[in-house]
């Protein structure tokens, strides 16, 4: 038996080397390609973002139109991919019809699925991230009974989305620019974040040389969890849950009480410890589309300025350096937006396709990529003879 090192959560061990995403949690700096990401949110726009983390470098004008173009072109859905949706349950929660459907994907695309091709990679990556946003709004249709919205392609890709998840067939739908602004930002903030569960998982299931639908179904599939992306519709349940204003004190105890498992959702990070730099982008954004669409009438809303400010405020919360994190202010603008908490997740996860595919495609470019076979530290028993079932 060889000696390992024993590192659980993998706190401090690098699995892989990558040039994409650079994250110091100490001073709050995230940066993508050398980019900071409050410049990038505030003057670039999600696809630019997309060209810029998967070719590392921004694109010219011509570049990114081409690149808008080549996206636009694979927004559509293969018709009998309908056929999928139509086998799940209504009550389907969305990220499970999305996990399920991209999977499928290698049974629709046979052309884009051969990894060792750089130009099947190369259409998989622009397939995944124009075709996200249509089965993420198919997911929603499907489950509140509308009839699916198609892709319209004169539109960018935020504007898109919401028309293809708020219109409805033969009603005139204008999108809000400020919520299309509002929008693009979600994603472009939640673009990649490095080596975080979702990503790592992406890159153990590529490293065995499956197909890429296959690998992103599987990174969607580890963004579920509450403790990932899984959090913004934690965090939303959570301020239900507290319902009013004066019963923030109670959740706030029970957030301190060590007996108690209760955390205030959407607070803290693994990595940033003192503060989140995507969170304070987004806060702008949620002060935005809060002035535009009012929190008088939201009493969940009125429970979530409330709750930042007491937390704030908090010595506990102070001392451990727990903050909002993205995920706070992300459910708070697309609570106000309309969206039920069900599509949060699914929102985290179509912004995050571009940063696991980036990461994908750049491990398999690298030589020295192999399989990833972590290893243990064996505690069970040793060696010992099987005995017959009259003798136990
Ligand atoms: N509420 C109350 N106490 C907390 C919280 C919280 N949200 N988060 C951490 N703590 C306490 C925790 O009890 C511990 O206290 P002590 O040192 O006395 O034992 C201390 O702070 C450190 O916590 P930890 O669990 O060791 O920290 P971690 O780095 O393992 O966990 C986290 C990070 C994000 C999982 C955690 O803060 C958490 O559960 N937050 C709520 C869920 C959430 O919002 N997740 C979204 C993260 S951002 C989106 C993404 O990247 O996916």
């Known amino acids: 038996a060889g000696v390992f090192t024993y590192d659980p959560g993998f706190t401090s061990t690098a699995s892989c080397e ?12 995230l940066l993508h390609r050398g980019y900071p990401i409050d410049q990038l949110a505030g003057k670039s726009h999600y696809l630019e973002v997309c060209f810029l983390l998967l070719y590392g470098y921004l694109p010219t004008a011509t570049e990114l139109e081409n690149f808008e173009t080549t996206i636009t072109r694979h927004t559509m859905v293969h018709e009998q ?3 999928f949706f139509r086998g799940f349950r209504r009550d389907a929660h969305p990220m499970a019809i999305i996990v399920g459907v991209i999977g499928a994907m290698s049974a629709f695309y046979h052309d884009s699925t051969d990894i060792n091709d750089p130009r099947q990679r190369e259409v998989a990556s622009h397939r995944l ?5 249509t089965i993420a709004a198919m997911a929603y249709k499907y489950t509140v009974g509308q009839p699916f919205v198609y892709p319209r392609n004169d539109l960018d890709y935020a504007s898109n989305f919401l028309r293809m998840c708020f219109a409805v067939p033969a009603e005139e739908y204008e999108v809000n620019p400020i919520l299309a602004r509002a929008m693009d930002r979600i994603f472009t903030l939640h673009a990649d974040h490095e080596q975080n569960a979702s990503t790592s998982t992406v890159r153990l299931a590529s ?5 890429p639908f296959a690998c992103i179904a599987a990174g969607i599939a580890c963004l579920w969890g509450p403790a990932h992306g899984g959090a913004n519709q934690a965090c939303l349940e959570m301020l239900k849950e507290i319902g009013t204003p004066d019963r923030i004190p109670e959740f706030i105890a029970r957030a301190k009480d060590k007996e108690d498992p209760f955390r205030l959702m959407g607070f803290g990070h693994r ?5 989140d730099p995507r969170a304070t982008v987004m806060k702008q954004s949620a002060d935005e589309v809060l002035d535009l669409l009012g929190v008088e009438d939201n009493p969940l809303l009125q429970v979530a300025k409330e709750l930042e400010r007491v937390a704030l405020s908090d010595p506990y919360f102070a001392d451990k350096k727990l903050f909002p994190n993205v995920d706070f202010y992300s459910g708070i603008i697309l609570e106000a937006m309309g969206f039920p908490t069900s599509m949060f997740t699914p929102i985290f996860a179509l912004s995050r396709t571009v940063g696991w595919i980036s990461q994908w495609k750049e491990q398999l470019s690298d030589p020295a990529h192999k399989i990833g076979r972590p290893r243990q530290l064996y505690l069970g028993e040793t060696e010992r003879d099987y005995s017959d079932i009259e003798n136990r």
């Open 207 to 211: 490293s065995s040389g499956a197909n």
């Open 129 to 133: 991230i124009a075709k996200m946003p």
């Open 271 to 275: 990595v940033y410890k003192n503060h």
């Open 18 to 29: 990558s040039t994409i995403t650079y994250i110091d949690g100490e001073e709050g700096i």
């Open 81 to 83: 991919m309908i056929n």
